[in-house]
């Protein structure tokens, strides 16, 4: 069973990227589900995070407002629509599922994961 993230790239500041997340095996995308981000030398960054009926979003501080996590669970897919995108987003994001959502910020009590896509933007 894979989580499998895509939509990465290389854009200026101020473009937008649309991010996916598919699974193959069991259909997890009804699940809880994160975006986490990884930049170089630095830890992992909680980023957003969709409850599965997709009625609760939350974000990290750092992407609030620029950022839109959705899915189409008929599609089992989720979504990390980033606009405005500026130099300091440049990372290796994720995609992950959570089964207990009390700790959706904190990545090791994520229980699956995706392979990640980079995302660079250039100022």
């Known amino acids: 069973v894979q989580l499998q993230a895509c939509g990465g790239g290389l854009v200026q500041a101020g473009d937008c990227l649309r991010l996916?997340?598919?699974?193959?095996?069991?259909?997890?995308?009804?699940?809880?589900t994160g975006w986490f981000r990884q930049a170089s030398g630095k830890e992992r960054e909680f980023v957003s995070y969709?409850?599965?009926?997709?009625?609760?979003?939350q974000y990290g501080d750092s992407v609030k407002g620029r950022f839109t996590i959705s899915r189409d669970n008929a599609k089992n897919a989720v979504y990390l629509q980033m606009n405005s995108l500026k130099p300091e987003d440049t990372a290796v994001y994720y995609c992950?599922?959570?089964?207990?959502?009390?700790?959706?910020?904190?990545?090791?009590?994520?229980?699956?994961w995706g392979q990640g896509t980079q995302v660079t933007v250039s100022s």
């Open positions: 992950a599922v959570i089964l207990n959502t009390i700790y959706y910020r904190e990545y090791e009590k994520y229980d699956y």
């Open positions: 996916s997340c598919a699974s193959s095996g069991r259909s997890f995308l009804s699940d809880p």
């Open positions: 969709i409850s599965r009926s997709g009625l609760v979003t």
